[in-house]
């Protein structure tokens, strides 16, 4: 199992630009979620998702919008990219029926110029 | 307003030694308890857990204590290794929530 991949792992863009970031988990997790981690700051939830077509937002859902068709992908949009979207971004799956121990991927680090 | 807080940026301890991390928590809700362990450009791995219905959970050198009454969890590593240099993250989830709140992170530094 290659368990949950994030595409790209670094990316630049320029104030205004959209993007989307890729994630993708082959464990069969119903769970699945966005964070950004910015220093300092700690994890903060971005949006969430418990099923295929069921999405919420979670602490800092501006800026942002997702979708979950599959039960394996959940990706993050980037509707017009500003200086303060720069970070680091993590995706992370979970079995149900809670939200423990949770799967993280490897990153995305996401610099807004 | 924080509902996870870990109050020390960071921890430096000497190998062998016993390190330490705190967490407090303000939802007397959350009944279940999670550290993670995150290394530079990696993310966080899952280390251990606890349920509110125990007060400590150990797994090998890792051992999580428990206090309701105080809303306080600890994670004790002992001995110390330089390999456990990472930053700690603590988490926390009610039953049946589908999302977890984090912590601020502690920065651990091991010296040989």
């Known amino acids: 199992n290659a368990g949950v991949t994030q595409t790209p792992k670094f990316q630049v863009l320029k104030t205004g630009q959209s993007m989307t970031l890729q994630c993708a988990q082959d464990m069969n997790h119903e769970y699945m979620s966005w964070y950004r981690q910015d220093p300092g700051m700690g994890l903060r939830l971005i949006h969430y998702?418990?099923?295929?077509?069921?999405?919420d937002q979670g602490e800092v859902p501006n800026g942002y919008n997702v979708s979950r068709s599959t039960t394996e992908d959940f990706p993050l949009r980037l509707l017009s990219a500003a200086p303060s979207q720069t970070s680091v971004y993590f995706c992370?799956?979970?079995?149900?029926?809670?939200?423990?121990?949770?799967?993280f991927g490897p990153g995305t680090r996401l610099t807004v110029t | 307003d924080q509902q996870v807080k870990q109050n020390s940026p960071s921890l430096s301890v000497q190998e062998g030694r016993i390190s330490i991390l705190n967490c407090d928590y303000t939802?007397?809700?959350?009944?279940?308890f999670l550290w993670y362990k995150k290394y530079p450009a990696e993310g966080p791995t899952f280390l251990i857990s606890?349920?509110?219905?125990?007060d400590k959970n150990e797994d090998g050198r890792f051992t999580v204590f428990l206090n309701k009454s105080a809303k306080h969890l600890s994670l004790h590593i002992v001995p110390s290794q330089p390999g456990d240099s990472a930053v700690y993250f603590c988490a926390a989830s009610g039953t049946w929530e589908s999302t977890l709140t984090f912590g601020k992170g502690t920065m651990l530094l091991v010296s040989p």
């Open positions: 939802n007397s809700m959350f009944d279940y």
């Open positions: 992370a799956s979970t079995p149900p029926p809670g939200a423990y121990e949770q799967y």
């Open positions: 998702s418990v099923g295929a077509g069921i999405t």
């Open positions: 606890i349920s509110s219905i125990k």
